[in-house]
């Protein structure tokens, strides 16, 4: 049997990437199958996260102008 170690945050690996990307890192390496997100609900989060890097782009077009 394998030991269980304690997870490694990867915000403290990594302290100068987006949190959003780091935390979908997480999920997507979690050991057990189970608590991966399926490819629908990755697909979803993308999604989600373009739409809103697309309402920060929108409001900044119109600081900017």
Known sequence: ????????QLSK???N?????LRLLEKLLAFD?????S???VH???LVSSLMN???????VFILV
């Open 1 to 8: 049997t394998m030991v269980k170690k304690p997870s490694i």
């Open 54 to 60: 697309m309402k920060v782009e929108i409001v900044l």
């Open 33 to 37: 199958p189970k608590d991966r997100p």
């Open 17 to 21: 990437r987006d949190p959003l990307a």
């Open 39 to 41: 490819a629908e609900e």
């Open 44 to 46: 979803f989060i993308e």
């Open 13 to 15: 690996k990594f302290p």
